[in-house]
């Protein structure tokens, strides 16, 4: 029988844990925060990491590690209270069984990377959030293969729950409190899940929420709320697609321009990003969202628990590259102060100035760093030799949103993708963003980059809007499409969006109609026009309604819709 052919040997194996307490208390914000998104997610709310064992162990150091593990870190043990009209709650044991899968491999034993493909979603009222895995070879513990819920841990808090796993495998001492070698590993950390959901309710840690708030609301109240506003390619359902860039000369452009202006290479690739669709789409102003890991917060460097959360961040391009990755830096770093929050309260927010606004936020640029958190283990080519730049696009992806950028490696290689609705953005057009990204940081690593100069590097046109778009306040706008929804929403085949100048350059939208239902007021009229925004780039509602008995005799004509009599009126706010 050929490797190949080497058959799987499996077996459970039920592990004794005891901890130091058990007991039931609130979600902090992160672990509510991922309940929130889950359903959206399927199986990406699960996943995988894995590490390699040290050798001379045996499987009953891998089984004492588990349960020691298990016993030091209370999120590991812990189930969870959900549902409609449930007060959210997490579940604490202190004693049990976990399980740890043994997986006979043979001389496959150090290259698998999974448990179950894909991985199974868990049930977290049951199912305590972690899956351990151990792969052997001929009975020598090989590889620690490890599924993860979202909801115990982010990237971070998987790698150091690894870590540690791994360490408790190469020394017997750390694995009974008390052990020499290495106390703190022994003994239980001292900030776990339940620590962190109780502080949340301090007047300290309420006063840093009211903060954030105040940072969220004034971004929301000041940056266009949509970057990717363009006339759609295609119409239908969103459909995601995946681009890719790989590239060793990229890599050290990026090193070299990093040095230079004392920022991170992530800061570059976003600056990058950010600065080519602000040019491809004729935009001054951005909102970015970018993930943030949190781990700067106190007590958080070393938690086991799910605390990642948004960054909102304001992009604006600057006359030069350089100018504008240094403000994107500072920028980005200001905005983690504000990155952890109650996800429910921000959400109030967002739908609420929405509605004042008459545009939902679209989160169109949305920035995963994983290059200091080992994402380069969610590379399928990794160890792949990389000659030049490779670009791929149109490939399958689970991830949705109109644009997502995620960087997995800045060094040796670079390794980043691009995520995108094609309804916004093309197969073609991502891929040759990526390209032109190329060209950009190549440049960028010889000296600055007038953005006047973009156009020079940029293998797009501009895109191009007809006579319906209008920009406002830096945000653009397509009137057909609203003045579209404008007449779903009032059921008058007839009603306009009219276009209105007022002082110092202001402008603003005003919606004429005759609805169907003579009891309808502005109000109603809104409230309907905003239930049917989502996902819809360019529409937005009027900033005041006038609302008529019914429509003029020429209802093309604005000013006769002006002349006409009208029942009510007012903003619907």
Sequence with gaps: MTAAETPTLHRTVRVPFAGHRAGRWPMPHGQSNVFDWMPHEGTGAVFV????????????????????LVSRHEGLRTVYEVGPGVERAQVVSRSGHVEVTLLELGPRARDRTWITDPPRPFDH?????VRM???TDAGVPVRAVFEFSHTVADLVGANIVLDEFVGLVASPADRTAGGHADQHRADPPVWQPADQAEYERTPEARRRMARTLDYWRRQL?????CLVSTPARR???PEHRLATLRSTPVAAALA?????ARVTPASVLVTTTATLLCWWTDTDRAMLEALYSNRALPRMQDFVGSIAQSALVPFAPAPSFHETLRQTHLNIFNAYQYAYFDATAVEELVQSIGSQRGCQRHRDLVINDMSTSRGGVFDGRAGVPVRGTEVESGLETQTTGPVQLVILRTRPTVVVGLTHDVRHVTTDEAAELLWSMERILLTAAEGDIDYGRFGDLVGLDRVERGDTWVEIDSAWIDLALSERVLREATGDPT?????????????SLVGYAAPADPRTGPRDVHRAIMATLGGRHGATAPDSYVLCAHPPRHPEDPAAWQAQPFRAAGTGR
């Design 221 to 225: 109240h000041t940056l266009p709320p």
């Design 49 to 68: 990491v894995h590490a390699d064992l040290p050798a001379g162990r045996t499987v009953d150091d891998v089984l004492d590690a588990a349960g020691a």
């Design 256 to 260: 070299e321009i990093a040095k230079r």
């Design 125 to 129: 009222a049951a199912d305590f959030p």
């Design 133 to 135: 895995a151990v792969t």
């Design 235 to 237: 119409q239908g359902p």
């Design 495 to 507: 009603a306009r969006v009219v276009l209105r100048d007022g002082p110092v350059g202001a402008r």
